[in-house]
């Protein structure tokens, strides 16, 4: 059976910092893309930054030149760092990954909570 399990959400100030993990483990074999979502309070859940296993990214307009998503496959983790934090960066994040585990599929994290305020 396959797990993401993320970390690392909190309170933080207007322009501070936060560091998010996201673990799979399980009976897995390899994992192709990993991604980062977030969803705010009546929106829709949407796509913050993806990473393939090859290490290229692309990332949401608005946080582009704020966070850097990054992994370790030897760890099958990926990471999120998050910068410069904004009040409309709160939400819940929510770790994605394309993995095969006999089949292949996407599996998701159980999320997050990120608060940016004063």
């Known amino acids: 059976q396959v797990q993401l399990v993320e970390s690392g959400g909190g309170l933080v100030q207007p322009g501070g910092s936060l560091r998010l993990s996201c673990a799979a483990s399980g009976s897995i074999q390899s994992i192709y893309v990993m991604a980062w979502y977030r969803q705010a309070p009546g929106k829709q859940r949407e796509l913050v930054a993806i990473i393939t296993s090859a290490g290229s990214t692309n990332y949401g307009d608005s946080v582009k030149g704020r966070f850097t998503i990054s992994r370790d496959n030897a760890k099958n983790t990926v990471y999120l760092q998050m910068n410069s934090q904004k009040p409309e960066d709160t939400a819940v994040y929510y770790c994605?990954?394309?993995?095969?585990?006999?089949?292949?599929?996407?599996?998701w994290g159980q999320g997050t909570q990120v608060t940016v305020s004063s």
């Open positions: 994605n990954a394309d993995i095969v585990a006999g089949l292949r599929r996407p599996y």
